[in-house]
């Protein structure tokens, strides 16, 4: 029966190995966890910075994943706010010009730009 690990919060101050060293960036920070993986001189020593390793991985790609995701969202509002600003402006110039269905035009830009409204977190 394996047991879950508990969460470890990884920064570099978190290890005294590590913390008397300038901020490096992700790549340095694995290389010198997988040098320090190397040289250990016990198996619980190994197994301790293999964790460090996997943690570290973990927050990485959970860092890049919400920025992932809030840039789609940006996008998305983005697009549709310009979609519906584009048809409201088309639908206007066609009512100037007098076109029978340009009304539809108007109420589809509208309807969008009037939904927009901030999300609670």
Known sequence: MS????????????SPNLSNQ???????????VEERLGKSDSPNEALDWARVR???LRQNEEVKEENHR???ETSRLIYGLAFS??????????WICHYDNSVYLIVAGLIPLVSFTKKPN
Do not use: M
Request: net charge neutral; hydrophobic share 45%; glycine share 6%.
């Open 54 to 56: 996997e943690v570290i």
């Open 22 to 32: 300038k901020p490096r960036n992700l790549t340095q920070t694995i290389s010198l």
């Open 85 to 94: 600003g584009i048809s409201f402006l088309v639908g206007i110039v066609l």
């Open 70 to 72: 809030r840039f789609l």
């Open 3 to 14: 047991e879950k690990p508990d969460e470890l919060a990884i920064t570099l101050s978190s």
